[in-house]
């Protein structure tokens, strides 16, 4: 089963919140599936607002023509503090309609990004995974993680 990210922030919310703080960054990295199905990893900004994780990603891309291909990915935020780690593993959706458009362009301005020729995704959620590690480089080296799952 896939739910959008507002659905997944009210069954999870501590891990959401996370989640949202780590993409809060502006990048992220997404990994895509290439025609002979070897992985590709690639930038990206995803984008939180309306209950809903999107992206623009830019037409006549890599990236643009795996997902619309295949639009099985996993999502990746960049490293946090203590090796702070959130990946997502899910389905990426068309979603050009006017409304997704405008949504996605408002969070986009916050952080001063602009969208020409590219088009709107939405990101469907199947599972999630966080990690931190704590005493890093020390023999006490320990992890804390959670992971969460769409029911269905």
């Not at 690639?42 to 990603?57: E, M, V, W, Y």
């Not at 590690?133 to 804390?144: E, N, V």
């Amino acid at each position: 089963m896939l739910v959008p990210w507002g659905e997944f922030a009210d069954a999870a919310p501590g891990l959401a919140e996370r989640g949202a703080r780590l993409f809060g960054v502006g990048v992220a990295y997404i990994a895509t599936t290439a025609k002979d199905s070897s992985p590709r990893v690639h930038p990206f900004t995803p984008l939180i607002g309306g209950g809903r994780l999107l992206a623009f990603i830019g037409e006549r891309t890599v990236k643009y023509d795996n997902l619309l291909r295949d639009p099985r990915c996993a999502i990746h935020a960049m490293i946090g503090n203590d090796d702070e780690e959130f990946m997502i593993i899910g389905r990426a959706v068309v979603s050009d309609n006017w409304a997704t458009n405008m949504l996605a362009a408002v969070e986009a301005r916050k952080i001063n990004m602009t969208s020409r020729n590219h088009v709107p995704f939405e990101f469907m959620i199947q599972r999630v995974h966080w990690a931190v590690w704590k005493g890093l480089g020390t023999p006490d080296i320990r992890r804390r993680a959670e992971r969460w799952q769409a029911l269905g």
